[in-house]
């Protein structure tokens, strides 16, 4: 009885090992593909705030230049309003 219990036991124990081996690498798979997605969305938002530094100053060039022109035409310029 004895010999069939510690049978069982390291079976199962075995069993046990393995099928905690294998949810291991399934995590461990999951974390890597997470990971990956997370730098893909990381590269996708800093390429996103460069095209958006760029068009504030292409626009912020723009409005000099209209100033610029606005004030040696002779016509009312005032300066922008002070950020609150």
């Known amino acids: 009885m004895t010999t069939k219990r510690n049978r069982f036991l390291t079976v199962f124990g075995i069993s046990a090992a393995i099928v905690q081996s294998a949810h291991a690498q399934d995590t461990s798979a999951q974390a ?13 938002i800093a390429e ?3 095209k958006l530094d760029e068009k504030i100053a292409d626009l912020s060039e723009k409005i ?12 009312k310029h ?4 002070p950020s609150k």
């Open 32 to 44: 890597f593909t997470i990971v990956t997605a997370l730098k893909q969305q990381q590269t996708e």
């Open 48 to 50: 996103n705030q460069t």
């Open 64 to 75: 000099r230049v209209a100033r610029l022109f606005m004030s040696r035409a002779g016509g």
């Open 78 to 81: 005032k300066p922008p309003a």
